[in-house]
């Protein structure tokens, strides 16, 4: 008598062997399953060790699914906010990853000058008003229009402020507190709403204007402040009136996401600091000291950043790293450092903003770069891999470079 | 959340606090960047700036600031701290 009991699950013979033009999904593989083998369950490429679908929010870490935690690391000691795919603007707590279906979003130290409570107003603290008199500045509930906007998971009073000069025959000014500070490119932002043309500007530096918005819509510029003291000013024309919110003006050269503040001299939004616990031993344990390979997907909606904006940084000091970057002329590039120095690969510039499809491959004698899958650069030079002890995402090891922009997608395998 | 405010005569000198602040601590508050430059942690400090007068045209008060959040109280930079 046999001792051994066969799986009533497991077909006699074992599961049929596939053919090549139905390679089995439940290894790995896209596509339908092939007639009596079971669904797909794994979302990422066969031989990939670690996987982040930020963007539908799940992870793999060596083979299986893994919990966020399990393969990200976040460090910010201040909030957050991101938004979605639908614009729904999203707060995050302190060392919380600002992840929506957008996709991660490790944005670099930025600090809103503003003076006034720029969310959930109670009163009127730092913003005033100035030309006709008829001219009305209140705090009003404004919930409705909040919502639709996608508003209201940040703007949970559904207080905004109201500016309204129906009454007025000339126009009238409102200023909010909080100068620039120096001379540097800043940006200033804010949501508002309006009856017709308004206008936004930074003292006497510029700005822009538009015409009437039914609802919230965020208007921003980047101007030189003419001087240190320089601070935002909204003009509404006689007879107009306006609802604002989220008011932000920070310095540099785009909008980062709405910064809450607190009426004190400035709210700092600090840097994201994203890392893989446990790096090390992974990297170990998949080879990729031999050379690895990897996917990202990104929106690069945002191009020719004054600085440059780091995908990810592997290695273990600044001059022993890996790094794949997008570059301030809008080229991809992957710069390969140990013990200072190192090749570099660089594609051509990228011609179109939106979502991007990078693949790479980081081996000695056989490096390359691949846009939309495509081959965007490749080189055959020597080098020996740098120690890779840690990963960092969106940002490089020394926090800066931060990608300031969505990343949907990453994955690292060992190369072939 | 721990919250301190370093206030100095340079960056430099609030770069010097830091510096004397973090020694034998697991992470450290200041990191070598790529031009080998020291810079603070920016996911918990704020980078240092200029303190300004409350003018109406404001200018330098000669003075540096520094604002810091950790999630534990830290001794050292609660003796420095505003």
């Known amino acids: 008598m046999s001792h051994i009991q066969r799986s009533p699950a497991f077909p006699p013979g074992g599961y049929p062997s596939w053919p090549l033009s139905q390679p089995p999904c439940w290894r790995g593989f896209a596509g339908a399953p092939a007639p009596g083998l079971p669904a797909a369950t794994a979302w990422w490429r066969p031989g990939d060790i670690l996987a982040f679908d930020f963007a539908n929010g799940r992870y793999m870490r060596d083979g299986e699914t893994a919990s966020l935690g399990a393969v990200l690391s976040a460090s910010r000691t201040s909030p957050a906010t991101w938004f979605t795919d639908a614009g729904i603007l999203q707060p995050f707590d302190a060392n919380v990853a600002a992840i929506t279906d957008r996709g991660l979003y490790a944005g670099g130290q930025r600090v809103n000058k503003c003076r006034n409570f720029n969310a959930n107003p109670t009163d009127l603290t730092g913003v005033s008003k100035a030309g006709d008199a008829a ?20 703007c949970t009073s559904g207080m905004a402020f109201k500016f309204d000069n129906s009454a007025g025959t000339s126009t009238s000014w409102l200023y909010i ?23 936004m500007v930074l003292s006497s530096s510029g700005g822009t204007g ?12 980047t101007v030189t402040p003419a001087n240190s003291s ?14 604002f919110i989220l008011n932000q003006l920070e310095e540099g050269s785009f909008a980062s996401p709405p910064i809450v503040t607190d009426g004190g001299t400035g709210t700092t939004r600090l840097a994201d600091a994203v890392t893989v616990p446990g790096f090390a031993a992974l990297a170990a344990s998949g080879s990729l000291q031999d050379g690895f390979a990897g996917k990202a997907i990104l929106d690069v909606t945002r ?12 290695g ?17 590039e992957l710069a390969i450092a140990n013990g200072g120095s190192g090749p570099a690969l660089q594609t051509a510039a990228l011609a179109a903003t939106g979502e991007v499809e990078i693949e790479w491959q980081v081996k000695s004698g056989a490096s390359f770069i691949r846009i939309g899958g495509t081959t965007a650069a490749e080189n055959s030079d020597s080098f020996t891999m740098p120690e890779l002890a840690d990963a960092h995402l969106g940002q490089s090891r020394s926090g800066a470079s931060a990608l300031n922009g969505p990343l949907g997608y990453l994955s690292l395998r060992r190369a072939v | 959340m721990q919250h301190y405010e370093l206030r100095a005569e340079s960056r430099a000198a609030i770069i010097a606090m830091l510096g004397a602040a973090q020694t034998g601590k697991a992470r450290p508050f200041l990191v ?37 959040w950790l999630e534990e109280p830290d001794a050292e930079l609660a003796a420095m701290a505003l």
Not at chain 1, 142 to 152: H, N, R, T
Not at chain 1, 210 to 221: D, G, I
Request: charge should be negative.
């Open chain 1, 230 to 243: 320089q601070q935002i000013v909204i003009e509404v024309a006689a007879g107009k009136v306006v609802w």
């Open chain 1, 210 to 221: 538009w015409m009437s918005s039914a609802s919230y819509t965020r208007r921003s510029a």
């Open chain 2, 32 to 68: 070598q960047d790529e031009t080998g430059d020291t810079q603070v942690d920016a996911s918990r400090i704020r980078y240092p700036y200029e303190e300004m007068t409350e003018d109406e045209e404001p200018a330098p008060t000669g003075f540096w600031l520094c604002e810091i």
């Open chain 1, 303 to 314: 191009l020719t950043d004054p600085a440059s904006r780091c995908i990810f940084d592997l």
């Open chain 1, 177 to 199: 507190a909080g100068n620039s500070g120096n001379t540097n490119p800043h940006t200033m932002s804010v949501y508002m709403r309006s009856t017709g043309s308004a206008r």
């Open chain 1, 316 to 332: 273990v000091a600044t001059g022993d790293r890996v790094r794949l970057d997008i570059l301030t002329d809008n080229r991809i």
């Open chain 1, 135 to 154: 001219a009305m500045l209140t705090v009003v509930d404004d919930s409705a229009e909040l919502a639709a906007a996608g508003l209201d998971g940040i």
